[in-house]
């Protein structure tokens, strides 16, 4: 995982993130959730929420759509917060929480119709191996809604006010994730990765890549 510290993703730092989904981030979910819906309009069938934390974007997909989401992370921190949220929610059965490595899904080709991911991909090892992995994966008809925002402008201008207090080199870090040098380098791992259909949707509150198979 590329920009990762062994610590950002377990123990205190799961609890941190959980605390923050919780916190001065929890609106964006269903926002992003409304977003995914009226971008890819599948309602139903396999869904998989990649890197998916403590869980509250698949949980917010639940709330509005009829999928089968799997919440799938590479952290048994991540996943051990996760399970305890959806039991809190009444979400266990609706949304499952899968131990997986982005690199090598445990999924049939051909299996899932819509994938999503928020905030995940700036920290796969090799994104070009794991966009091939993604539409390995993909059901024909399928689409994905993968990368990383805040939901709106608004949205993302009230967040960084709140982590400015929370965490003062956020606003530095977050700023870099959605630069424009690296969302041309995205953009060319998915032509390394031979994406044959994709679209990209970006503006200032976040990247998303739509790949279409
Ligand atoms: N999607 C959640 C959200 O928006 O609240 C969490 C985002 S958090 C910044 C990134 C997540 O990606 C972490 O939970 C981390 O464990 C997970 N992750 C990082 N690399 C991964 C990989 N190779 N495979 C699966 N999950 C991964």
Redesign the pocket.
């Known amino acids: 995982?590329t920009e990762?510290s062994d610590d950002?993703?377990?123990g205190q730092g799961?609890r941190r993130?959980d605390a923050?989904?919780k916190g001065p981030?929890a609106p964006?979910?269903p926002t992003?959730a409304r977003q995914i819906l009226d971008t890819c309009r599948i309602r139903e069938g396999r869904c998989v929420?990649?890197?998916?934390?403590?869980?509250?974007?698949?949980m917010a997909l639940a709330a509005v759509s009829d999928l089968a989401i799997d919440a799938?992370?590479?952290?048994t921190?991540?996943l051990s917060i996760a399970r305890r949220n959806l039991q809190d929610a009444g979400l266990i059965g609706r949304v499952r929480p899968v131990c997986?490595?982005?690199?090598n899904l445990p999924y049939a080709d051909g299996s899932i119709d819509l994938i999503v991911?928020?905030?995940?991909?700036?920290?796969?090892?090799d994104r070009v191996r794991?966009f091939s992995e993604i539409a390995r994966v993909l059901r024909p008809g399928g689409r994905t809604f993968v990368g990383?925002g805040f939901g709106t402008p608004a949205l993302k201008a009230e967040i960084t006010e709140k982590m400015r207090e929370i965490d003062p080199e956020w606003e530095v870090k977050a700023a870099e994730r959605l630069s424009r040098g690296n969302r041309d380098l995205i953009r060319r791992e998915l032509e390394q990765a031979k994406i044959p259909a994709y679209k990209v949707f970006e503006d200032e509150a976040g990247f998303w890549i739509i790949m279409e198979k």
């Open positions: 995982m990762k950002q993703f377990t799961a993130m923050i989904a981030f964006i979910y992003i929420d990649i890197g998916c934390g403590p869980g509250h974007l698949a799938l992370d590479a952290s921190d991540m997986g490595d982005v690199h991911s928020r905030g995940s991909l700036f920290f796969w090892d794991a990383g």
